[in-house]
């Protein structure tokens, strides 16, 4: 089971809901694919003794022209130019070899900067704790960033891509949760009407403080749970995008997922529980935030808007998204995804539909 999650430099959504539910995404899923700009480093930093000097100074230009820094961007061109014609000029004089040696102490120094910064950057964003699921290839980063580099891939196609395959699985963080109170689609003076059914599937806490190796400690047992759980949500995914999300069919989606979880309901309630980190975790702190991890279904037309509605995608692209899947499915049919957000009791208004408690 993996799990598809996309963040754009024009997306309305916070580093700290990504961060939790990328991590949460990791226990459960098989396999996280990122799509967006947060980790454009890490291959970087992963291969930092096998990086060239262009490759530096492409990331080198590439920082700036992405923070608006373009005169820095022109003068680490220029540098760049000045040092290769040095390198490449025959029968260089004692003087040019010293100027050499200045040019090429210059790019030891860019490139400690670089390693320097950056490093320091994730470890403080605590990204650094990525690094061993990105090195086990069960954390995939696809960078999106047009804004500095040509994108062999439109966001579009990539969506179209991704929600055509059927290994994967739409997961998003708790910001599709907030509302534009203008959104057409959901206008202020008519009353919410439920746009998708969500059922809580496990509750974790916080994993902000982890380090990469606890969290892949804690990742391999639930692994072990989570063997026997993958082929219930699979099949339950086949069932149900037959049927159209409507009032018509809401019975009939309600069953599956309220019903088809509560078959491991034991297992998830214990996958926390006896968790050794949460529970020493739970025995030292008083204020711990805890974030659930919830299976939803919603129908394709209305899963898309989800992009569009958090500025990672525009109308002409839902549009082109919309037309594009229409051509092999009914986009009034159903679609499963997942959602990491903070535990809460109350949904009033977000059209959520949870299990009752009993």
Same mark, same amino acid.
Do not use: W
């Given at each position: 089971?993996? $799990?598809?999650y996309v963040?754009?430099?024009?997306? %309305? ?12 995404? #990791?226990l ?6 990122s799509?967006?700009f ?11 003794? +096998? ?14 022209v ?17 040092l290769?014609?040095v390198? /490449?000029t025959?029968?260089?004089? +004692? ?9 090429? +102490?210059?790019?030891q120094?860019h490139?400690k ?12 964003? +605590?990204?650094d704790? $990525?690094?061993?699921f ?8 696809? /960078? ?14 990539i ?7 059927t ?17 057409e689609s959901?206008?202020p003076?008519?009353?919410? %009407?439920?746009f998708? &059914?969500?059922q809580? #599937?496990?509750? %974790?806490?916080? $994993? ?5 190796n606890q969290l892949?400690?804690?990742? /391999? ?8 759980i993958?082929?219930?949500i699979?099949q ?7 049927y159209?999300?409507?009032?018509e ?20 309630d214990?996958?926390?529980?006896? /968790? ?5 975790l739970? &025995?030292?702190?008083?204020d711990?935030?805890?974030?659930? #991890? ?8 209305t ?5 569009? =509605? ?5 109308? #002409?692209q ?8 229409? =051509?092999?499915k &009914?986009i009034?049919?159903?679609? %499963? ?8 009791d109350?949904?009033?208004?977000t ?5 009752p408690?009993v």
């Amino acid at each position: 089971m993996n $799990l598809f999650y996309v963040k754009t430099h024009a997306a %309305v959504m916070s580093f700290d809901p990504e961060m939790a539910a990328l991590k949460t995404g #990791l226990l459960f899923g098989r396999k996280v694919i990122s799509v967006g700009f947060n980790f454009k480093f890490m291959k970087l930093i992963n291969d930092f003794d +096998k990086v060239t000097d262009k490759q530096i100074v492409d990331y080198c230009v590439k920082s700036y022209v992405f923070n608006g820094q373009q005169a820095n961007a022109d003068n680490m061109r220029s540098f760049f130019k000045l040092l290769t014609d040095v390198r /490449n000029t025959r029968g260089k004089t +004692k003087d040019g070899m010293a100027y050499l040696a200045k040019l090429e +102490k210059q790019l030891q120094n860019h490139k400690k900067d670089v390693y320097e910064q950056v490093t320091k950057m994730y470890i403080d964003y +605590k990204i650094d704790s $990525l690094f061993p699921f990105f090195n086990d290839t069960t954390f995939e980063v696809i /960078n999106y960033i047009p804004e500095i580099e040509t994108m062999k891939e439109s966001i579009e196609d990539i969506i179209i891509r991704y929600l055509t395959t059927t290994d994967v699985y739409p997961y998003f963080d708790e910001s599709m949760f907030n509302f534009n109170p203008e959104d057409e689609s959901n206008p202020p003076d008519k009353p919410r %009407v439920r746009f998708m &059914n969500s059922q809580i #599937l496990f509750t %974790v806490p916080d $994993l902000s403080g982890f380090t990469g190796n606890q969290l892949m400690i804690i990742r /391999n047992l639930f692994r072990e749970k989570m063997n026997e759980i993958y082929p219930t949500i699979d099949q339950m995914r086949r069932d149900i995008e037959g049927y159209q999300y409507n009032q018509e069919n809401q019975k009939t989606i309600k069953d599956m997922i309220y019903e088809r979880p509560r078959l491991h309901e034991e297992l998830f309630d214990t996958i926390a529980e006896e /968790n050794i980190y949460f529970q020493q975790l739970k &025995n030292s702190k008083t204020d711990i935030i805890y974030r659930n #991890l919830m299976i939803s279904i919603t129908s394709i037309k209305t899963l898309v808007h989800f992009y569009k =509605r958090r500025n990672i995608i525009d109308e #002409l692209q839902e549009e082109y998204i919309l037309n594009n899947i229409g =051509r092999h499915k &009914n986009i009034e049919n159903c679609i %499963v995804f997942f959602t990491n957000k903070i535990k809460s009791d109350d949904n009033a208004g977000t059209g959520i539909e949870t299990k009752p408690e009993v």
